[in-house]
């Protein structure tokens, strides 16, 4: 049974645009969540985190909105641009400090 | 850089012959974590190390051990690989948001 779920798995936004990724997550425990990047042949880089008593985190071009009632994050990209093309993982943690992963989404910009 | 820096980017290996991936960081930290992830799935925590304290997760095979001798240091060894163990393994150093490392790609032929 999966933890945390990302169910798209792709995405194509035309460059400019916003791109709008989503997680649900079934474990009332999470208290952090963190957006992960990743190209291909190397492994996923930190982007962007936020803890269970925000609803919003913002860094740049990326916001990760956290509604907890529904047990729903997601992370915004705005404007898109070809470098933000790659796999966005979705993870979250409790106490134990263990991070769980969605299975990711493939994000393509589009020229 | 800290860097966490995984050894080899690809490995290939034959079945039931035993393999041995290597991590290294130079964050210094504490908490190591090797990670295993599948084509389209997500990565899976397979142990953890907190100093030289192992954890392991209930459903990672006894097929897998790891090693810590040091802080820098963290080994991963598949004592006897099957096909089904091929997947990419991602080493990373905790913190709020883990560094992993570029991964090992390993194929079991």
């Known amino acids: 049974d999966q933890q945390v779920k990302q169910n798209s798995p792709s995405l194509s936004v035309q460059e400019g645009r916003i791109s709008i990724l989503n997680c649900d997550y079934t474990?009332?425990?999470?208290?952090?969540f963190l957006w992960y990047k990743k190209y291909p042949a190397e492994g996923p880089t930190f982007l962007i985190s936020?803890?269970?008593?925000?609803d919003k985190n913002e860094d740049g071009r990326f916001t990760v909105f956290l509604n907890k009632s529904a047990k729903h994050l997601s992370l915004h990209i705005v404007p898109s641009q070809p470098g933000d093309s790659a796999v966005y993982f979705c993870?979250?943690?409790?106490?134990?400090?263990?991070?769980?992963f969605g299975k990711g989404t493939r994000l393509h910009i589009l020229p | 850089d800290a860097m966490v820096i995984q050894n080899p980017r690809y490995q290939v290996t034959q079945f039931g012959k035993p393999v041995t991936l290597s991590c290294s960081q130079t964050?210094?930290?504490?908490?190591m974590y090797w990670y295993q992830q599948k084509s389209s799935q997500a990565p899976k925590l397979l142990f953890h190390?907190?100093?030289?304290?192992?954890?392991n997760e209930a459903d990672t095979p006894d097929n897998f051990q790891s090693r810590r001798p040091n802080t820098s240091f963290c080994f991963l060894d598949i004592r006897s690989p099957g096909l089904g163990d091929a997947a990419m393994y991602l080493c990373?150093?905790?913190?709020?948001?883990?560094?992993f490392g570029s991964g090992t790609r390993l194929t079991v032929v």
């Open positions: 993870g979250a943690k409790n106490r134990d400090d263990k991070i769980i």
């Open positions: 474990n009332s425990m999470f208290d952090y």
């Open positions: 936020i803890s269970s008593i925000k």
């Open positions: 964050l210094n930290h504490n908490v």
């Open positions: 190390y907190y100093d030289k304290d192992f954890n």
């Open positions: 990373a150093t905790g913190g709020r948001g883990y560094t």
